[in-house]
């Protein structure tokens, strides 16, 4: 089957991993794929209008055509700001000395 893709869906939340390897269409976009996944409905809570995703760690759109083993994340917020963490750190540290 020439025109079918190997492509793996991935979200993780806390306490949640969710790894799904799949067969796709040529021309299948992440948006397709996301919703055949099946994770939207394990998650009802993953908003893709608001969460970025992504292929291999690099954000794409939800209409981005996927290539042979693409692994597309759906990214979640971050809990914490990680300038602001770098700074608690480092005022940490300073009062330590």
């Known amino acids: 089957m020439a025109d ?6 991935c979200y993780a939340s806390a ?3 969710f ?7 040529s021309g299948t976009t992440i ?3 996301i ?6 409905q394990a998650h009802p809570d ?25 692994r597309i994340e759906i990214y979640r917020p971050l809990v914490a700001d990680p300038k602001e963490s770098r700074r608690k750190r480092a005022a940490k ?3 330590a000395a």
């Open 35 to 40: 919703e055949l996944s099946g994770v939207l």
């Open 46 to 70: 993953i908003n893709l209008s608001t969460q970025p995703v992504g292929i291999y760690a690099k954000k794409k759109t939800l209409d981005t055509v996927l290539r042979e083993r693409d």
């Open 19 to 25: 790894l799904h390897p799949m067969q796709v269409r």
């Open 31 to 33: 948006g397709e794929a």
């Open 15 to 17: 306490g949640f991993e």
């Open 93 to 95: 540290r300073e009062g």
């Open 4 to 9: 079918m893709l190997q492509v793996t869906v």
